[in-house]
């Protein structure tokens, strides 16, 4: 559909150029003395309206979908982060803090969670990237050396985990 885009802003064009001319003449035919001057406002109140209402969606969609961000703005000192079967709402393990880890905990999602690359110095920044992790596949199977083992973590609150109860602690809400 992208390529549509520029053909939608010619017509749009054209409709508020053929809008602008038809009110003009309109005026003209009415007696008005400066029939050019409305038509001007009419356009420039045009481009000011649109111009707000794409800000105000830039904001709001911003606003709506930087939720997982925030979350992890919270995170404080060296911590292991688990997710769920949410783990795709978060963009990436790349926001999670320097001295903490992402990690998966089982749930419902039965297919290939995102392996950690290895790290490694002797790169510098593209350290582990160009290789592939351990546990991959091509055909989406899960991989439980991708899960970690949840009974080590403990919590005030209490969750149902593949028939097994498991304690968590709760750092954000």
């Excluded at 054209?14 to 009419?42: C, H, N, W, Y």
Aim: charged share 15%; proline share 6%; glycine share 6%.
């Amino acid at each position: 559909m992208y390529v549509i885009y520029p053909l939608i802003c010619y017509n749009a064009a054209k409709a508020l150029d053929a809008s602008k001319r038809g009110l003009e003449t309109i005026l003209r035919t009415i007696g008005f003395s400066r029939p050019q001057v409305i038509p001007a406002t009419m356009v420039w109140t045009a481009i000011l309206a649109h111009s707000l209402l794409a800000l105000a969606r830039i904001l709001a969609q911003v606003r709506a979908y930087s939720a997982p961000l925030h979350v992890l703005e919270h995170v404080q000192g060296p911590s292991t982060l688990c997710f769920g079967k949410d783990w795709y709402r978060y963009p990436s393990s790349f926001f999670v803090p320097n001295n903490s880890r992402a990690a998966f905990v089982k749930s419902e999602f039965r297919g290939l969670l995102p392996g950690r690359f290895n790290e490694s110095t002797e790169l510098g920044w593209r350290s582990g990237i160009w290789q592939v992790p351990t546990g991959m596949n091509d055909r989406n199977i899960e991989n439980p050396n991708h899960l970690v083992i949840t009974a080590r973590y403990r919590s005030h609150d209490r969750y149902q985990l593949s028939g097994v109860t498991t304690s968590w602690t709760l750092t954000f809400r």
